[in-house]
């Protein structure tokens, strides 16, 4: 049997939840950390020692395939040891990736296309990685740049915004002038991300 010692539950703005579990036919006395989490925000709570070395190549890849994509992590820790979300999410093992692949609505495509047609501006807001949503907006004719065709405004290493489309193969440095953004709307589709937004706001 497997009991609940406690719960941090799923917050949006750090992507992830955990549980303390106690597990009956463990022997050691001791508890277990599990976590789930988006791929790139569990990355750096795991001990890199057990993190595969194509561990981004692989959730990407799903990614761009319009799949959900969870990294699940897991630790022992001493009986009631942890307390906080901190002890909890940290120094963990890297247990793999859940993927999950929702199908469409068989109408969803047809409404999009009517809504269009009809001279309605149709955007989307998710909660999806990025990639998983430029997948959906292209598969429901939001979008039809494809992989080359929609630009992601990415923040790099050094701070830059830069847009950069899916496949990686177009690059053009952010301008906040609104002609310029408005002159490339018109060559490509474009996303931003939440944390992008709030870096711009």
């Given amino acids: 049997s497997v009991r609940v010692v ?42 890199q020692s057990t993190v595969p070395a194509d561990f ?3 959730y990407t890849r799903y990614a761009r395939q319009g799949c959900r994509v969870l990294a699940l992590g897991h630790k022992m820790v001493p009986r009631h040891e942890v307390t906080t979300r901190e002890q909890a999410e940290c120094d963990l093992q890297f247990a793999g990736f859940l993927v999950l692949r929702t199908p469409m609505k068989h109408d969803s495509a ?27 907006g292209d598969e429901l004719g939001i979008t039809n740049g494809g992989a080359s065709g929609t630009l992601v405004l990415t923040k790099q290493e050094d701070d830059r ?25 018109k060559r490509f589709d474009l996303c931003i991300t939440g944390d992008v937004m709030s870096a711009l706001l």
């Fill in 6 to 47: 406690r719960r941090f539950a799923f917050a949006s703005a750090l992507k992830r939840m955990s549980c303390v579990v106690s597990v009956g036919s463990d022997s050691s006395g001791g508890e277990r950390v599990v976590a789930k989490g988006a791929a790139e925000v569990m990355l750096p709570l795991y001990d």
């Fill in 56 to 58: 981004e190549a692989i």
């Fill in 110 to 136: 047809e409404v999009i296309k009517s809504l269009r047609e009809s001279s309605h501006r149709v955007v989307m807001i998710t909660g999806d990685h990025v990639l998983t949503a430029c997948h959906v």
């Fill in 161 to 185: 915004l830069e847009w950069v489309s899916i496949d990686q193969s177009k690059r053009v440095p952010f301008s906040a002038d609104a002609g310029e953004q408005q002159a490339l709307s």
